[in-house]
C-alpha cells in the first residue's frame, strides 16, 4: 500500500516567492496533518484536517501561511511571501481517526535564501 | 497543557546491547495515547510501538518493547540486541486532547 506522499521532495526558493507543498494522505484517512520541524523548536503542528474541513490552525504561524484539503485525497500548504525563517522540512501525516497512529509522508525540505 | 520530556540528547551504545531510551510525560487526561516514531538520518519519520493510557500490557513490536509506567508518567522504548541500522533519532510522543506532542527526541548512534 503506498504511504503518504509528498511532493515536492526538496524546494529551493529566494524570498519572497511563494511556495506550494503537496500531499496526498494515505486512501481512507479521515485525517490530515501539517508538522514543521527546525533545530531549534522541533517538531510543531500547523494545522489539522478532519473530512477535508480544517479543524485547528492555531499552529499556523502567520497569515502568510494557508492551508487546504479540497478533496480527501489531496492537500496543499502555501507560503506566500516566503521568508528565510520558513526554512524547515514540512510534513503530511494522516490517520484513521483523530486518536489513532500518524503515518508521515517522507517530508519537503524547504529553503527560503 | 500535556507536554512530553526526552532528557537524553545524545546516546552512545555498543552494537548488540539492548538500549533504553528515555520519556516522561504531563498531562491531565485521563485517556491518552504514547508513541514512538524514528528518524533517520534520511528524514522520513516512522511509527515504531503504541501504548494506550488503558492498557495494562506493556507494548511490543519486534525488537522494540514499551516500559509503561502510568503511576510515574513514564513511556520507556526498549530496544533489544542493537543494530547498526538502529543509529537515528527517536521521538516521543503524545496524544491527548491537545493533539500530538513530540519530544525534543534522543539522538542514538550504535557503535560496532
Known amino acids: 500500500d503506498a504511504g503518504v506522499i509528498q511532493s515536492p521532495r526538496h524546494e529551493v526558493t529566494e524570498m519572497g516567492q511563494e511556495v506550494t507543498l503537496r500531499c496526498k494522505p494515505i486512501?481512507?484517512?479521515?485525517?490530515l496533518f501539517w508538522y514543521r520541524q527546525t533545530m531549534m523548536r522541533g517538531l510543531e503542528l500547523l494545522i489539522y484536517?478532519?473530512?477535508?474541513?480544517?479543524?485547528?490552525d492555531s499552529g499556523m504561524p502567520e497569515d502568510r501561511f494557508s492551508a487546504k484539503m479540497p478533496n480527501a485525497s489531496f492537500s496543499t500548504l502555501k507560503i506566500q511571501p516566503s521568508e528565510p525563517r520558513d526554512s524547515a522540512v514540512y510534513f503530511c501525516?494522516?490517520?484513521?481517526?483523530?486518536?489513532?497512529?500518524?503515518?508521515f509522508g517522507p517530508g519537503t525540505r524547504l529553503t527560503v535564501l | 497543557a500535556q507536554k512530553i520530556t526526552q532528557t537524553q540528547p545524545g546516546m552512545f551504545v555498543q552494537e548488540k546491547e539492548a538500549v533504553t531510551l528515555d520519556c516522561t510525560y504531563d498531562?491531565?487526561?485521563?485517556?491518552?495515547?504514547l508513541f514512538w516514531y524514528k528518524q533517520p538520518s534520511s528524514g522520513e519519520m516512522i511509527f515504531l510501538i503504541y501504548?494506550?493510557?488503558?492498557?495494562?500490557q506493556n507494548a511490543t513490536e519486534g525488537r522494540y518493547s514499551l516500559n509503561f509506567q502510568k503511576a510515574r508518567k513514564s513511556a520507556n522504548l526498549v530496544i533489544s540486541a542493537s543494530q547498526l541500522g538502529d543509529s537515528a533519532m527517536y521521538f516521543c510522543?503524545?496524544?491527548?486532547?491537545?493533539?500530538?506532542?513530540f519530544g525534543k527526541g534522543t539522538h542514538l548512534i550504535i557503535q560496532p
Open positions: 484536517f478532519n473530512n477535508n474541513v480544517p479543524i485547528d
Open positions: 501525516a494522516s490517520s484513521f481517526g483523530g486518536a489513532d497512529t500518524q503515518y
Open positions: 501504548q494506550g493510557s488503558y492498557d495494562e
Open positions: 498531562t491531565s487526561d485521563q485517556s491518552y495515547g
Open positions: 510522543a503524545m496524544r491527548g486532547a491537545d493533539g500530538l506532542t
Open positions: 486512501s481512507g484517512h479521515d485525517y
